[in-house]
């Protein structure tokens, strides 16, 4: 079965693409599970909707074109903040009853306590030397340093 080209091609974040000679370009969607193959001079994309054919000699390159940007899925909402004043930490943004440890460098647990409903724990800092913390918590970990 030959298609025209329009018939397998999609603009998608995820796509090749196919530059011809007559500066055509031919965008295949990677979704479609595209297969190239080389056949007698032939270049053959077979995707679920069928295949297309273009003389090899006609095709200038070829490129991947993607607007991934490495951190689908997470969204500032659910980044938790930390805030400090003289005498304390916030960390807002927390799943709600989670678990909030804190640790000395050397990995001594100094403290653990819990997220509130609204997912904001408060570490108090005044017994705490100069010195290195670690915060560990189930939407990240920090570091902080008490002066």
Do not use: H
């Not at 018939?7 to 974040?13: E, V």
């Not at 909402?77 to 003289?86: A, E, N, Y």
């Not at 460098?105 to 800092?125: E, F, I, P, R, Y």
Request: hydrophobic letters at 40%.
């Amino acid at each position: 079965m030959l298609l025209t080209a329009g018939n397998i091609t999609a603009n998608a974040a995820d796509s090749i693409i196919l530059w011809r000679a007559n500066g055509e370009k031919i965008t295949i969607n990677i979704g479609e599970r595209p297969k190239l193959t080389f056949v007698k001079g032939e270049v053959i994309i077979t995707t679920a909707k069928g295949s297309v054919a273009y003389p090899a000699q006609e095709l200038q390159r070829c490129t991947y074109e993607s607007t991934a940007d490495g951190i689908e899925g997470t969204t500032a909402s659910k980044m938790p903040t930390l805030t400090m004043d003289g005498n304390s930490v916030t960390i807002t943004g927390l799943p709600s009853a989670s678990q909030v440890a804190v640790y000395s460098v050397n990995g001594l647990q100094l403290g653990l306590m819990q997220a509130d409903s609204s997912g904001k724990a408060t570490v108090s800092t005044t017994s705490m030397q100069e010195g290195v913390y670690i915060i560990k918590t189930a939407a990240g970990n920090f570091k902080i340093r008490k002066p």
